[in-house]
């Protein structure tokens, strides 16, 4: 009969090849996050630029973002990009934990063009007639947009960035792919050493549903507390 002994991922080396594979996977979502809202932003802002030439830019970086694997994306930074450097710098990238960098670019082009459409839809909820009288008061597109829009847009636009967040934590897991030594690798790692696939990825899995559910805890937290109302 198989035995079961989760006991050796609690303490030890195992654990803590777990637990540092745990917090890489953390820095990378928090800082893919933190990286991608802001270019997020940026592109929904192209996207609704007075000028069919800059919402054109817009539009092809959110389609042909979204319209590629992120497997695609991780593969490509880690070993095509890399191609087009010298060999010097081609070294140096991947004596320099290029890995965990790559990763987080392919993640954060990814989260992005998801994200510039839901802040996009949460700025064309405000009634437009809000963005006119800034207009008229003397705004110009980008002012009018920080100062008024966008903060109205914010409560519309949390609940769906929320969601976009627990992807990007699920999505994390890829990375394993190009040899980030993230939770899932780690798991990979413990099974490969101990031949215990379950223990190891039930504490993976355990891990991955702790924190998303953790997400969706505060998403409906957030949702009840702060309901969206017509403007």
């Keep these: ?30 800082l ?19 000028f069919a030439l800059i919402r054109g830019l817009g539009q ?5 973002i979204r319209n590629v694997p992120l497997l695609a994306h991780m ?17 140096w990238l991947y004596n320099s934990n290029y890995e965990a960098v790559s990763a987080l670019i392919a993640l954060v082009l990814y989260s992005s063009a998801y994200m510039s459409e ?5 700025i064309r909820s405000i009634p437009k007639e809000q963005f006119e009288a800034s207009r008229a008061l003397g705004f110009g597109f980008l002012r ?8 109205q847009s914010l409560r519309v636009t949390v609940p769906p960035l929320v969601n976009q967040t627990l992807n990007l934590w699920k999505n994390s897991s890829i990375a394993m792919v190009i040899g980030v030594a993230e939770l ?29 559910i953790a997400i969706s805890v505060f998403s409906a937290w957030y949702q009840n507390r702060f309901p969206v109302r017509s403007i």
Excluded: C
């Design 184 to 212: 899932m690798y780690q798991a990979q790692q413990v099974e490969s050493a101990t031949f215990r696939g379950f223990e190891s990825f039930a504490f993976a899995t355990a891990a991955y549903l702790t924190v998303s």
């Design 1 to 30: 009969m198989p035995t079961f002994n989760l006991s050796m991922l609690l303490s030890g080396q195992y654990h803590q090849w777990l637990v540092s594979g745990f917090v890489m996977s953390i820095k990378l979502s928090v």
């Design 118 to 122: 839901d802040i996009r839809s949460g």
């Design 144 to 151: 009018a947009m920080w100062l008024v829009v966008l903060p």
């Design 75 to 91: 593969l490509f930074w880690y070993f095509g990009a890399p191609q087009l450097l010298p060999l010097s710098v081609k070294a």
């Design 32 to 50: 893919a996050f933190v990286l991608s809202l802001p270019l997020a932003i940026a592109v929904a802002l192209l996207r609704l630029a007075p």
């Design 60 to 64: 092809s970086y959110v389609e042909s």
